[in-house]
């Protein structure tokens, strides 16, 4: 399809396992979004990116949260040594400008919904 | 630092009948974007309707409109002739305004959200 689409839609880990969620923009996209959303926190901005770079990552949680972008267009978040706190779903946007603005629409992904035991 | 305060966490409405989801916000910002997305329990969140804050004319789309009120920094949604299908979480957002794009990355900044239900 010509949206943005997120995989896997679910996972379940462990405790302490490292998991990878991954986000494909729609095609031509330069700027691309990660947000978390979970009960306690509401949604929360987590990092931008414009082409393969990220202008700032202080919306990380923590260090054991990292992304990248790749060749303009598929990004990774890995969660590191997950905990029961990192349960959420992660949702992924891209815009056509970087960055998005009023004219310049975020477009979401269905989120990949992350369950930690 | 900017927040989005949505105080309904839960509303109904009838068919057909009209419904008011509040929005307050607090920014010392003068320019800045507000919007209102609906997401579905399918998860993707679908933008609704969006208002520039340095226009006063309020924006309209189809059934939905606002309420912007800058000074008061309220900006509320407006559903007429509600249907089944707006059943969905609605979340208000905030984005700054960068001139020239210095100092904004373009992220939002999201309410809480309030869940809507639409009774036949």
Partial sequence: GAGVSQSPSNKVTEKG????????????????????????????FLIYFQGNSAPDKSGLPSDRFSAER??????????????????????????????????NEQFFGPGTRLTVL | AQTVTQSQPEMSVQEAETVTLSCTY????NNYYLF???????????????QE???????????????????AK?????????QL??????????????????????NLIFGKGTKLSVKP
């Fill in chain 2, 26 to 29: 607090d920014t010392s910002e």
């Fill in chain 1, 17 to 44: 396992k490292d998991v990878e969620l991954r986000c494909d923009p729609i095609s031509g996209h330069t700027a691309l979004y990660w947000y978390r959303q979970s009960l306690g926190q509401g949604l929360e």
């Fill in chain 2, 85 to 106: 299908g707006d059943t969905a979480m609605y979340f208000c957002a905030f984005m700054k305004h960068g001139v020239n794009y210095g100092g904004s990355q373009g």
């Fill in chain 2, 74 to 82: 309220s900006f509320s949604l407006k559903i007429s002739d509600s």
């Fill in chain 2, 53 to 71: 804050a340095y226009k006063q004319q309020n924006a309209t789309e189809n059934r939905f409109s606002v309420n912007f009120q800058k000074a």
């Fill in chain 1, 70 to 103: 790749t060749g303009g267009s598929v990004s990774t978040l890995t969660i590191q040594r997950t905990q029961q706190e990192d349960s959420a779903v992660y949702l992924c946007a891209s815009s056509l400008v970087a960055p998005a603005g009023f004219d």
């Fill in chain 2, 36 to 50: 209102w997305y609906k997401q579905p329990p399918s998860r993707q969140m679908i933008l609704v309707i969006r």
